[in-house]
């Protein structure tokens, strides 16, 4: 059965994964909720304002009461800056599983935060919540993902052939998962 905690606080070496504020407006925005190649590698719309990025901060805080929702800003911790999300954007508690999401500002991409946050997130999934199974999928197009998902130690299930139409041109969703087992068994 699982346990629902809501979001905590998980701090790693160079980050800490909290709630979002408000006061986290003009990182979000400027750091990767602006960016339209970012926001189309998370398969979400980018954002032309700050109103906007407000509006979306109100549906995430909002949803905090929660005890089944899990959604964290990634701060740098030297800078203070959002540059980046993580969330169990689907939990299953029947099932006992969860599905990692995450998106990370370009600028922050490719040195290793996005592997910190996804794997204290995995463990938070496992040693809080007590799920039985991660699961995380990405796009057969964004290398920089995969590089994530193979660091944390994900196990390739499939492919979902012409999932995303994108460019003009269909690309796969590359699905992945870890059992609670082999979580204990790399520890």
Same mark, same amino acid.
């Given at each position: 059965?699982?346990?629902?905690?809501?979001?905590?606080?998980?701090?790693?070496?160079?980050?800490?994964?909290?709630?979002? +504020?408000?006061?986290? #407006?003009?990182?979000?925005?400027?750091?990767?909720?602006?960016?339209?190649?970012?926001?189309?590698?998370? $398969?979400?719309?980018?954002?032309?304002?700050?109103?906007?990025?407000?509006?979306?901060?109100?549906?995430?805080?909002?949803?905090? +009461?929660?005890?089944?929702?899990?959604?964290?800003?990634?701060?740098?911790?030297? $800078?203070?800056?959002?540059?980046?999300?993580?969330?169990?954007?689907?939990?299953? $508690?029947?099932?006992?599983?969860?599905?990692?999401?995450? #998106?990370?500002?370009?600028?922050?991409?490719?040195?290793?935060?996005?592997? +910190?946050?996804?794997?204290?997130?995995?463990?938070?999934?496992?040693?809080?919540?007590?799920?039985?199974?991660?699961?995380?999928?990405?796009?057969?197009?964004?290398?920089?993902?995969?590089?994530?998902?193979?660091?944390?130690?994900?196990?390739?299930?499939?492919?979902?052939?012409?999932?995303?139409?994108?460019?003009?041109?269909?690309?796969?969703?590359?699905?992945?998962?870890?059992?609670?087992?082999?979580?204990?068994?790399?520890?």
């Amino acid at each position: 059965m699982l346990t629902h905690t809501g979001t905590q606080t998980i701090e790693t070496e160079r980050l800490i994964l909290r709630k979002f +504020e408000y006061t986290d #407006c003009d990182a979000v925005f400027r750091n990767w909720a602006s960016d339209e190649h970012v926001q189309t590698m998370y $398969s979400e719309p980018a954002y032309r304002t700050i109103e906007e990025v407000n509006g979306l901060l109100e549906k995430y805080i909002g949803n905090y +009461e929660r005890e089944d929702y899990y959604r964290w800003a990634v701060i740098d911790r030297e $800078s203070g800056e959002c540059i980046g999300q993580i969330a169990y954007f689907l939990v299953d $508690s029947k099932n006992h599983f969860a599905e990692i999401e995450y #998106c990370i500002g370009a600028d922050f991409q490719c040195r290793g935060y996005c592997t +910190e946050a996804a794997k204290a997130v995995i463990a938070f999934g496992f040693d809080k919540m007590n799920l039985h199974k991660v699961q995380i999928c990405t796009k057969t197009v964004n290398a920089p993902s995969k590089r994530v998902i193979e660091k944390c130690g994900f196990t390739y299930e499939g492919t979902l052939r012409d999932y995303f139409f994108m460019d003009g041109q269909y690309v796969g969703r590359l699905y992945f998962s870890m059992l609670r087992d082999e979580y204990e068994n790399r520890r």
